[in-house]
């Protein structure tokens, strides 16, 4: 089983800042891309940002240049640190992740794996 669990979500002012972590757990044996999505009242669900196992980055233009993915490898977790937040962030904030995880007979097998959601809100 695997195991994603969000934090950090929360409400902020129009032009705040808040940072998101997914730490992923169960008998993981490689995580490759990771990535956050979000999905606001009445609308699909859609990528935020991705981020390769070696570091590679993929952003929504709506987000560029204010939101910043990251990953540490070695604790299996995300991040997105959002900054000069606005309105139009407001949504739930998903994180996804893909890999390889150990069965029962300790082969691996893929995963592609969501978190609950946490939820960010841009309110004055």
């Known amino acids: 089983q695997v195991q994603l669990v969000e934090s950090g979500g929360g409400l902020v002012q129009p032009g705040g800042s808040l940072r998101l972590s997914c730490a992923v757990s169960?008998?993981?044996?490689?995580?490759?891309?990771m990535g956050w999505y979000r999905q606001a009242p009445g609308k699909q669900r859609e990528l935020v940002a991705s981020?390769?196992?070696?570091?590679?980055?993929n952003y929504a233009d709506s987000v560029k240049g204010r939101f910043t993915i990251s990953r540490d490898n070695a604790k299996n977790t995300v991040y997105l640190q959002m900054s000069s937040l606005k309105p139009e962030d407001t949504a739930v904030y998903y994180c996804?992740?893909?890999?390889?995880?150990?069965?029962?007979?300790?082969?691996?097998?893929?995963?592609?794996?969501w978190g609950q959601g946490t939820q960010v809100t841009v309110s004055s």
């Open positions: 981020i390769a196992r070696g570091g590679s980055t």
């Open positions: 996804n992740a893909g890999g390889t995880v150990r069965n029962s007979d300790n082969a691996p097998v893929p995963f592609n794996s």
């Open positions: 169960g008998s993981i044996f490689s995580i490759n891309a």
